[in-house]
Nanobody, 127 residues
C-alpha cells in the first residue's frame, strides 16, 4: 500500500504557473512509476505526465508538452508537476497516481495502469 497526498492547486490567471506536489507514504516510493492525471467536470480522467522509478524517463500528453514538467525526489518521497503557461483548458482536478508495474508499458498512459491514487487537487485557470 502507498498513500498519496497532493497539494499546490489553486486559482491562477492564464499564462501563470503552479507547482503541484504529491507526497507518498507507505511502501518504498522508488518502487513505483508515478503519473499525473486530470479530470475536468463531466469528462474522463486523462493522462497528463508520467515518470519512471528512477526519474530518468518521463512522458507527457501532447496538450501539455513543453509547458509542464514532471519530476521526483526519491529522498523526499515526492513527485512534482511544474505547470507553466497555463491555459483555461488546463482547469481540472489533478490526481497523482502510483504504478507498481514497469514504466515502459502502454499502461503508463492509462488510469487503469495505476493502483494507488491521491484525493486530487483543484487547478482553476481564469482567462
Amino acid at each position: 500500500q502507498v498513500q498519496l497526498v497532493e497539494s499546490g492547486g489553486g486559482l491562477v490567471q492564464a499564462g501563470g504557473s503552479l507547482r503541484l506536489s504529491c507526497a507518498a507514504s507507505g511502501r518504498i516510493f522508488s518502487s513505483y512509476a508515478m503519473g499525473w492525471f486530470r479530470q475536468a467536470p463531466g469528462k474522463e480522467r486523462i493522462f497528463v505526465a508520467a515518470i519512471s522509478r528512477s526519474g530518468s524517463s518521463s512522458s507527457y500528453a501532447d496538450s501539455v508538452k513543453g509547458r509542464f514538467t514532471i519530476s521526483r525526489d526519491n529522498t523526499k518521497n515526492t513527485v512534482y508537476l511544474q505547470m507553466n503557461s497555463l491555459k483555461p483548458e488546463d482547469t481540472a482536478v489533478y490526481y497523482c497516481a502510483a504504478n507498481p508495474g514497469t514504466y515502459y508499458s502502454t499502461a503508463t498512459y492509462q488510469a487503469a495502469g495505476y493502483d494507488y491514487w491521491g484525493q486530487g487537487t483543484q487547478v482553476t485557470v481564469s482567462s
